[in-house]
């Protein structure tokens, strides 16, 4: 069954913190893995990767694929309260253009 | 990327009766997909919405519940029928960017519904 791990499910920072969540996959028909930010109720994009090792970058936020070892991880440095949110992981499967999510990891920056 | 609107934003409807939530987007698009979000949960397909055709439902999920219609490249509803508590969630379109890789989906504002 395909299947995606996100770990930890929730944590708790300060402002300042780095933080680092982990999504692991399975490898059946695998094409791409997402990341997105929940906040209320729209998923908002942030990084797709496709490529073992290239790093992906956006402001505090960076994201990595390791397709030998089947996961990735999304990194914020310098956290902030705005950073507190709901992130999902996604797998994208090759023939149906369908994703398959993780349960998401719920992260609160404190003050 | 695409535009998306939903509606309504939220409902609260009585048990029994029928919801249908519309997906609009400002732009075509070749794939658009339908999510539910039960609370506290993550995301799940219900279907995948196809111009023209029926939809194609994911395992746990059929027609007669979650009619789906998808008349244009721009628009598609989604029809809960006959609810229960259990239907409270929220509900999302997604759609692929045609211009882009295949996998990347957006979302629409989502709809919450809520089912006394």
């Known amino acids: 069954e395909d299947k995606v791990v996100q770990s930890p499910l929730s944590l708790v920072v300060h402002e300042g913190d780095t933080v680092t969540l982990n999504c692991s996959y399975e490898?059946?028909?695998?094409?791409?893995l997402l990341w997105y930010k929940q906040e209320k109720k729209a998923p908002t994009f942030l990084f797709m990767l496709?490529?073992?090792?290239i790093e992906k970058k956006s402001g505090r936020l960076s994201s990595i694929l390791d397709k030998k070892e089947l996961f990735s991880i999304l990194n914020i440095t310098a956290t902030q309260t705005g950073d507190s949110a709901v992130y999902l992981c996604?797998?994208?499967?090759?023939?149906?253009?369908?994703?398959?999510f993780g349960q998401g990891t719920t992260l609160q920056v404190k003050p | 990327s695409a535009v998306i609107s939903q509606k309504p934003s939220r409902d609260i409807c009585q048990r029994g009766t029928s919801l249908t939530i519309q997906c609009q987007v400002d732009?075509?698009?070749?794939?658009m997909f339908w999510y539910r979000q039960q609370p506290g949960q993550s995301l799940t397909l219900i279907a995948t919405?196809?111009?023209?055709?029926?939809?194609?439902?994911e395992s746990g999920f059929v027609i007669d519940k979650f009619p789906i219609s998808r008349p244009n490249l721009t628009f598609s509803t989604l029809t809960v029928s006959n609810m229960s508590p259990e239907d409270s969630s929220i509900y999302l379109c997604?759609?692929?960017?045609?211009?882009?890789?295949?996998?990347?989906?957006?979302f629409g504002p989502g709809t919450r519904l809520t089912v006394l």
């Open positions: 997604s759609v692929h960017n045609l211009a882009g890789p295949y996998n990347e989906q957006f």
């Open positions: 490898v059946t028909n695998f094409r791409s």
């Open positions: 496709t490529s073992s090792g």
């Open positions: 996604a797998r994208g499967s090759g023939n149906t253009g369908k994703l398959i």
């Open positions: 732009s075509q698009v070749t794939m």
């Open positions: 919405a196809n111009q023209g055709s029926e939809a194609t439902y």
